[in-house]
């Protein structure tokens, strides 16, 4: 992580979070995460990347996020959003898709946060895993590394686009 990433304290004993002060609007890192077409710039750590953006931004509504490993292999992360409040927070999980059907083995809801600090936003992204398993095996993914690298990716294409 980057001399602007922060520790949290969990707010749950499965949760997973990375903090970070960017210098950019809590409107332009809102964009970053509903827009497809900016989503694709950031979301996944190179040389992954994202071949598919759906989104129905409103409670209820589906995302589906198709990430692509280097050899080609997709992988598909559908989900619903269970809060949305434009500039300031989003809420989604994968317990459930469109229609609110349940998964078979949902992994975690991601609640993503953007305070604004006067130039900057706080932006705090978290992982609440439903098991202990389900945490551990996200650290053992690689997230510390992976969310950070895309956090720094994030803020590259906030300036970009401020």
Not at 15 to 24: F, G, M, T
Not at 80 to 93: A, G, K, M, Q, S
Not at 136 to 162: P, R, T, Y
Request: proline content about 7%; glycine content about 6%.
């Amino acid at each position: 992580m980057t001399s602007s990433s922060q520790s949290a304290i969990a707010e749950h004993a499965n949760d997973l979070v990375l903090i970070r002060r960017i210098p950019a609007s809590a409107q332009t890192l809102f964009r970053c995460w509903t827009e497809p077409a900016l989503i694709k710039q950031w979301f996944v750590p190179s040389p992954w990347t994202i071949a598919h953006v759906e989104l129905d931004l409103r409670v209820g509504g589906q995302s589906l996020i198709v990430m692509q490993d280097p050899e080609g292999n997709q992988h598909p992360n559908p989900g619903v959003y269970l809060e949305v409040i434009p500039n300031r927070r989003l809420v989604f999980t994968d317990a459930y898709t469109a229609g609110w059907l349940p998964t078979a083995k949902p992994f975690m809801t991601a609640i993503i946060s953007f305070e604004p600090e006067g130039e900057q936003t706080l932006y705090t992204a978290r992982a609440r895993h439903w098991s202990a398993e389900a945490r551990q095996q996200h650290l053992d993914m690689g997230f510390e590394q992976g969310w950070g690298i895309c956090a720094d990716q994030l803020q590259a294409l906030a300036a970009q686009i401020a």
